[in-house]
C-alpha cells in the first residue's frame, strides 16, 4: 500500500524488511530522491505534501533497526549513501556516526544524471566482499566518470567521509554551536552579525 517515503516509520519498516529478508555481513544503504541538507533532510514524498526525512527521523529509524555504536569498528553498517543534493553536512555525519564507518554524499546539488549505478554495482558484484571504504572510492569514481560522459562535472561533488574520525570535529561543531549562544544570550544582535558573514561566505 502508499505510504509516505518522508515517515520515520515507513523507513524503519523498510530497513527492518531488509535487514530480515536479506541478511548479509556487511551492509549499505542509499537513499535516492532529492536532498535538503541539514533543514530538510531527503526524500520528499510529492504524494504526501513533499514530507521529507529529517535527519531526526532518520536516527530515529536506523536506531530502531541497529544499535548505534561509537566504538571504533562497531557500526553495525558498512556505509551509508546519498544519491541526492547537499547531504556531505557536518550534521548528517553526526546523525550517521554511531550507525555507518561510511558516508557518501554531495556537498552540492548533485546533476540529474547522479549516480552512476552500473559502475558501482557491477564492481560490487565483482567483489561482494570489499567493506565501505573501497565502497565508497568506487561509487564516487564510478559518479565523477559518469558527470564526465554527459558533460555535467564541472561542479560535481562527492565525498567519502569515514565517519569514526569525526569526533574531534563533531565536538568542536557542538561547542562553536554552544559559544554562538552564549553569546547571543549577552547580545541579542549577535546572529545577526553572524548571519551577515555567513552569508558573505563561500556556501
Given at each position: 500500500?502508499?505510504?509516505?517515503?518522508?515517515?520515520?516509520e515507513t523507513l524503519a519498516a523498510?530497513?527492518?524488511?531488509?535487514?530480515?529478508?536479506?541478511?548479509?555481513d556487511k551492509t549499505a544503504v542509499?537513499?535516492?530522491?532529492?536532498?535538503?541538507?541539514?533543514?530538510?533532510?531527503?526524500?520528499?514524498?510529492?504524494?504526501?505534501?513533499?514530507?521529507?526525512?529529517?535527519?531526526?527521523?532518520?536516527?530515529?529509524?536506523?536506531?530502531?533497526?541497529?544499535?548505534?555504536?561509537?566504538?571504533?569498528?562497531?557500526?553495525?553498517?558498512?556505509?551509508?549513501?546519498?544519491?541526492?543534493?547537499?547531504?556531505?553536512?557536518?550534521?548528517?555525519?553526526?546523525?550517521?556516526?554511531?550507525?555507518?564507518?561510511?558516508?557518501?554524499?554531495?556537498?552540492?546539488?548533485?546533476?540529474?544524471?547522479?549516480?552512476?549505478?552500473?559502475?558501482?554495482?557491477?564492481?560490487?558484484?565483482?567483489?561482494?566482499?570489499?567493506?565501505?571504504?573501497?565502497?565508497?572510492?568506487?561509487?564516487?569514481?564510478?559518479?565523477?566518470?559518469?558527470?564526465?560522459?554527459?558533460?555535467?562535472?564541472?561542479?560535481?561533488?562527492?565525498?567519502?567521509?569515514?565517519?569514526?574520525?569525526?569526533?574531534?570535529?563533531?565536538?568542536?561543531?557542538?561547542?562553536?554551536?554552544?559559544?554562538?549562544?552564549?553569546?547571543?544570550?549577552?547580545?541579542?544582535?549577535?546572529?545577526?552579525?553572524?548571519?551577515?558573514?555567513?552569508?558573505?561566505?563561500?556556501?
Amino acid at each position: 500500500p502508499l505510504a509516505s517515503m518522508g515517515d520515520s516509520e515507513t523507513l524503519a519498516a523498510f530497513l527492518q524488511f531488509a535487514k530480515d529478508s536479506y541478511p548479509a555481513d556487511k551492509t549499505a544503504v542509499v537513499f535516492w530522491n532529492h536532498g535538503g541538507g541539514s533543514v530538510s533532510g531527503a526524500a520528499f514524498d510529492e504524494l504526501y505534501d513533499y514530507d521529507s526525512l529529517t535527519l531526526d527521523e532518520m536516527y530515529a529509524a536506523f536506531s530502531q533497526v541497529w544499535e548505534p555504536s561509537l566504538e571504533a569498528g562497531q557500526q553495525p553498517l558498512e556505509l551509508v549513501g546519498f544519491d541526492t543534493c547537499l547531504m556531505a553536512t557536518v550534521d548528517v555525519a553526526g546523525t550517521f556516526a554511531g550507525t555507518a564507518h561510511y558516508l557518501v554524499a554531495s556537498e552540492e546539488v548533485e546533476p540529474a544524471n547522479g549516480w552512476d549505478y552500473t559502475g558501482w554495482l557491477g564492481a560490487l558484484a565483482a567483489d561482494p566482499a570489499m567493506d565501505g571504504a573501497a565502497l565508497g572510492e568506487v561509487i564516487c569514481d564510478a559518479y565523477y566518470a559518469g558527470c564526465q560522459a554527459v558533460g555535467t562535472h564541472s561542479n560535481a561533488t562527492l565525498s567519502l567521509t569515514d565517519l569514526t574520525r569525526t569526533g574531534p570535529l563533531l565536538e568542536a561543531y557542538e561547542a562553536f554551536g554552544a559559544e554562538a549562544l552564549a553569546a547571543a544570550c549577552e547580545d541579542p544582535g549577535f546572529f545577526s552579525r553572524f548571519a551577515r558573514v555567513a552569508a558573505q561566505s563561500e556556501n
